[in-house]
C-alpha cells in the first residue's frame, strides 16, 4: 500500500515526550511514538520533525524574565527533545539527522534547507531542533516554516486530543470535533488549531493541516496513508 503523503513534516509536542510523567522525558513514551514514525518512514515516507520544548520550559509561564532570553532557552529545550528522539530512532535502525537553526556544530547538525533536502531523499529522518532561530516564532510557527521549505505535502500536528473542537474539550462536555475545517475558519474563529502565524503559513503555502491524537502512535501512520484521523485542515 502507497502511503498517500510522500513527504511529511510532523510536529510533536514536548509534552508528549514526557509521557504520565508531566515533564522531562518518558523513553517508553518515547519509544512508542518513535515505533509509529519507523512505521512510516518503512512504508516509504519522507520524514521531517519539529520538536517542541514544552516538557522543559514553557517560555511563556517564565514569569518577569525577558522574552527573548525566555525564548532562547526554549530553543535549547527543544534541541535536548529532538537528541532524544533521534537516539530511540537510531536504535530502531532509522538513519537520523538532527539539525538546529542555533549553530551548535559539536551535537548537530546546522540547518541548511538543501542539505535538509537531500537527507529526506537519501531516506534520512530529520529532526529539526531549535525552532526558527528566532525569538518570538513558535515551534508550530517553525514547523510551517520548515513544512513550506522542505515542500512537505502535508504538516501532520500531534496532539494531546484527537482533532479541532469548537471549544476545550477538556472543559466542555459539549464540545463539538470538527472533521473537516478550512484554514480560513481556523484563524476567524480563533479555534486555537496553531497561533495565527502558523496557519497563515499554511494557508499561504497551501499546506494541509491534520490534527490528530498522538496518544496511540499508530495515528502518525494512519494520517500518512491517507486514513481519516483527527481532524483535517486545508
Not at 515526550?17 to 512504508?43: M, T
Not at 537516539?87 to 547538525?109: C, K, P, W, Y
Not at 494541509?208 to 486545508?234: H, K, Q, W
Request: hydrophobic share 40%; with cysteine; proline share 3%.
Amino acid at each position: 500500500m502507497e502511503p498517500a503523503y510522500k513527504r511529511v513534516l510532523l510536529k510533536l509536542s514536548g509534552e508528549s515526550l514526557a509521557g504520565d510523567k508531566g515533564s522531562g522525558l518518558d523513553f517508553d513514551a518515547i519509544d512508542r511514538i518513535c515505533r509509529g514514525i519507523k512505521k512510516c518512514c518503512d512504508a516509504g515516507v519522507e520524514m521531517g520533525i519539529v520538536v517542541g520544548g514544552g516538557n522543559f520550559w514553557r517560555g511563556r509561564s517564565s514569569g518577569s524574565m525577558d522574552r527573548t532570553r525566555a525564548d532562547h532557552i526554549g530553543m535549547l529545550a527543544t534541541a535536548m527533545n529532538a537528541l532524544a528522539v533521534g537516539d530511540a530512532l537510531e536504535n530502531m535502525g532509522l538513519d537520523v539527522r538532527v539539525m538546529t537553526s542555533i549553530f551548535m556544530q559539536q551535537i548537530a547538525e546546522p540547518y541548511i534547507r538543501n542539505r535538509a533536502i537531500r537527507h529526506l531523499e537519501k531516506g534520512r529522518v530529520v529532526i529539526f531542533g531549535c525552532g526558527t532561530g528566532s525569538p518570538f516564532f513558535s515551534t508550530d510557527t517553525a514547523s510551517s516554516l520548515r513544512a513550506a521549505e522542505i515542500e512537505a505535502n502535508v504538516m501532520l500536528k500531534a496532539t494531546m486530543v484527537d482533532g479541532v473542537y469548537d471549544k476545550d474539550p477538556h472543559k466542555y462536555d459539549d464540545a463539538v470535533k470538527y472533521e473537516k475545517l478550512r484554514l480560513d475558519d481556523v484563524l476567524s474563529q480563533h479555534l486555537g488549531v496553531m497561533d495565527s502565524t502558523a496557519a497563515a503559513m499554511c494557508q499561504d503555502n497551501q499546506i494541509p493541516i491534520i490534527v490528530f491524537s498522538i496518544e496511540d502512535p499508530d495515528n502518525i501512520y494512519r494520517a500518512c496513508m491517507g486514513e481519516n484521523v483527527g481532524t483535517l485542515v486545508e
